[in-house]
C-alpha cells in the first residue's frame, strides 16, 4: 500500500461521500483508489462476509485476489448484469466495481437474493490515508 494519498478531486465525489468528507470530525480514514487517488470509501464501513474481512480468492482464469468486503463504496461505479457464475460467496450476484473517477477495476459488488450488498475491494487497487 501506498502511504502518501494526494487530496482527491471533489468535483466528481458521490454527493453522500462529500457530506461526509466535509465533516471536520472524519477527515481520517479513508480508502483511495490507488490508482488516482480518488476517495472509495471509509474504513468504517469495513464488514466482514463469509466469515472475514479479507478473502483470498483465485478466479477460472488463475488470476489470485486478496479482497476486502466493505458496506458502502460511494466512490465506485457499478458495471454490468448481476452474474451469478464463479461467484465466491454463494447465493450472492456479482458485478465490476470500477473507480468512478479513472474507470480502474477495484472489485466487484455483490448482492443476494434479499438485496443484502457489500463491495469486494481488490486490496493492491487501494490504498488508505
Not at 448481476?82 to 447465493?91: E, H, I, K, Q, R
Not at 463491495?119 to 490515508?129: A, E, H, R
Request: proline residues 5%; charged residues 15%.
Amino acid at each position: 500500500m501506498i502511504d502518501v494519498v494526494d487530496k482527491p478531486r471533489q468535483g466528481t465525489l458521490d454527493p453522500a461521500l462529500k457530506v461526509q468528507l466535509d465533516d471536520p470530525h472524519a477527515r481520517r480514514g479513508y480508502v483511495y483508489c490507488a490508482t488516482c487517488s480518488h476517495i472509495i470509501t471509509h474504513i468504517d464501513h469495513r464488514i466482514e462476509a463469509g466469515g472475514a474481512h479479507q478473502h483470498h480468492f483465485v478466479n477460472p482464469h488463475g488470476y489470485h485476489f486478496q479482497v476486502a468486503c466493505y458496506s458502502q463504496a460511494l466512490g465506485c461505479a457499478i458495471s454490468g448484469p448481476p452474474v451469478a457464475a464463479d461467484t465466491w460467496f454463494p447465493a450472492h450476484r456479482w458485478q465490476q466495481a470500477q473507480c468512478e473517477e479513472c474507470g480502474i477495476h477495484l472489485g466487484w459488488f455483490f448482492t443476494d437474493t434479499s438485496n443484502h450488498s457489500f463491495f469486494g475491494l481488490i486490496i493492491d487497487q487501494i490504498q488508505t490515508d
